[in-house]
């Protein structure tokens, strides 16, 4: 779906649960991304995974795979999350009651941090979503103390706007507009 010069992103399937399961079950991974911790079970991941399937064919993007392209390895997730606004919550359009912002988020096994794969992966996402979507704008909710991701968000050409309370807590809200 989306070509880096590294990356192959295309939509999760369930058979990605093999590779998928270990980053959802790993405490540096989830430590800024769930409110619940790791998700150990198998069975837990499986029902994330799941969740992010029906996202993607409810409203025609979401997460994707992110597969290294030189030994076809999944590294991880980036994508689009729909998010209601006041209070904020999880949701797709398809699903939405109330406005609506569309969150670039990203997830690599600790194992691949460091070497731009997730600026790489959020960039070509990015570009997909202004030129292809025509999205006008995109968020990030990061957690304060995930200094890594403010670096991704910052290279993408997001500022930081406000905070936002989330289930996960309070978050820095970075956003950035396809006029930028």
């Known amino acids: ?24 079950a790993d405490p540096n991974v989830m430590r800024y991304l769930s409110p619940v911790g790791p998700l150990g079970e198998r069975a ?13 064919e409810a409203d025609g ?9 030189s030994d076809a390895v999944g590294i991880g997730r980036c994508g689009l999350l729909v998010w209601e606004t006041d209070p904020w919550t999880p949701s797709t359009r398809a699903a939405a009651t109330r406005a609506t912002e569309v969150e670039i988020g990203w997830m690599l096994g600790a194992e691949y941090w460091g070497r731009g794969y997730a600026t790489e992966a959020a960039v070509g ?22 200094d890594a991701s403010v670096r991704v968000a910052e290279k993408l050409g997001m500022h930081r706007e406000s905070t936002a309370r989330t289930r ?12 930028e």
């Open 61 to 69: 993007f979401g997460h994707l795979a992110v597969i290294r392209k």
């Open 125 to 146: 996402v990015r570009d997909f979503a202004f030129a292809e979507l025509t999205l006008p704008r995109l968020i990030s909710l990061i957690h304060p103390d995930n």
């Open 44 to 56: 837990k991941a499986a029902e994330f995974l799941e969740r992010s399937i029906h996202a993607f």
């Open 168 to 179: 996960f807590g309070d978050v820095l809200l970075y956003a950035t507009s396809s006029l």
């Open 1 to 24: 779906m989306i070509e880096t010069e590294r990356l192959r992103l295309r939509p999760l399937e369930r058979t990605d649960l093999d590779w998928y399961a270990p980053f959802l």
